[in-house]
């Protein structure tokens, strides 16, 4: 196996803040760089500019070892690094589902003017498939060190709220490599992981694409797959939680993702499967996944289902009506509101006349910066003062844990619709509540 790497992460966000702190507390030394000197300057501080639990005692832990530093200049990443990890993000562009890739062009060509020596360039952004193949060419043309350069694909597959542990124990690492240097640089930038003996596919780079656009597609699939489900319930009088209850027990199906309510939101799965069934369309094989615009259609729908469940919970008509709104995050444990299916359902619900107030245990900054438009309470109890209908929208723990007599106190109208089906429907029922969810039997 070769030398153990020096490592540079490009990109500091959410994907590369974690993995160059993990790194190195695998014992590597690292070097973070991204354009943005607030969060350069945060990080190395000893601060994480984002909520992600468990990180900042991860960062704390990895600049004690001084094996972690941080800096904006490409240059020097360029002059320190082996292995040269590409994080930045690839956001869907403002006028097409494709995905905008001029910040992953934009730190390759940068890292590639300064690249005087052999080293390894491992993309982790998750990209339309034959970009690798694209960059390789981009890299070795602008590189002085011409082909001594080489470029890796390490699809990254970590999900907000478990990034550390999806960082230190993942299901699979998939190494795209063009040569068996290449693949030995990416076993010495993972030893640590490979002797815990996490299984590896070692495969070529449009592969290494592939996996991670269909892993999220899958998993999207999935999830729009019930919330289908839940939409003919609706209409038959079935419970699509129980439905859901006995496909799981097959193990060929499997009771992970999925959990129907209001779908799938956040940086990835939408933007994902969008921006993939751009790309093949572009190839001319789009109709082999034609199926992902029904799977995007059906979770869209969700939304307003659930503002249609909220308006018939309110008596026909949302005009001056005070909602609850419970949740802004697109998922607990993060604050992140990024195509956050609770502030489309807030905003829907306020474009309707309602009073919307919205309560998050984290992403409030986030929401108000955003959409400074809707009111912003500091707690349940605030948020619920004389609401007419509360609506779970994120399922946090602290909601879920919510006792229904003392909700009950303080709001109107004992009415809530269970966005995330969160909550248990006898216990809410037993305290007089109306309680309503998506593809639920109103009386089971
Ligand atoms: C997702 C993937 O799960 C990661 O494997 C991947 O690395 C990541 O995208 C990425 O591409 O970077 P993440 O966006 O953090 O991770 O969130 P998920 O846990 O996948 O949840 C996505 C959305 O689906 C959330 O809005 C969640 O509420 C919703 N969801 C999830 C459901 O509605 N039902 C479910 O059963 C599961």
Redesign the pocket.
Known sequence: MAAKPRITVLGTG??GATHAICMAVLGYEVLGIDTDEAKIAALADGRVPFYEPGLPEMLSKALETGRLRFGTDIAEAAEFGDVHFVCVGTPQMKDSPAADMTYVDAVVTDLAKHLTRRALVVGKS?VPVGTAARLTQLLQSTAPAGDQVELAWN?????????VE?TMRPDRLVFGVASDWALEQLQAAFAPLLEAEVPVVVTDLPTAELV?VS??SF??T??SF??AMAEVCETTGADVQQLAAALSFDPRIGG??????????????PK?IRAFIHRTEELGVGQAVSFLREVDAI?QR?RQRTVDLIRSQAGGSLAGVTICALGAA???D?D?IR???ALDVARLLQAEGAIVRVYDPQAMENARKAYPDLHYATGVAEAAEGAQVVALL??WDQFRDIDPEWLGEIVAVRAIVDG?HALDPVAWRAASWDYRALGRAVDP
């Open positions: 959410y994907l998750t699809p990254e597959f970590l999900r907000e709220g478990f990034a999806d991670k892993a999220n998993l999207a999935k999830i019930i919330n992970r993702f999925l959990r129907p309510g209001l779908g799938f939101g956040g940086g990835c799965l994902d979770n969700r697109f998922k607990p993060s992140d195509d956050a299916p994120t399922e995330r």
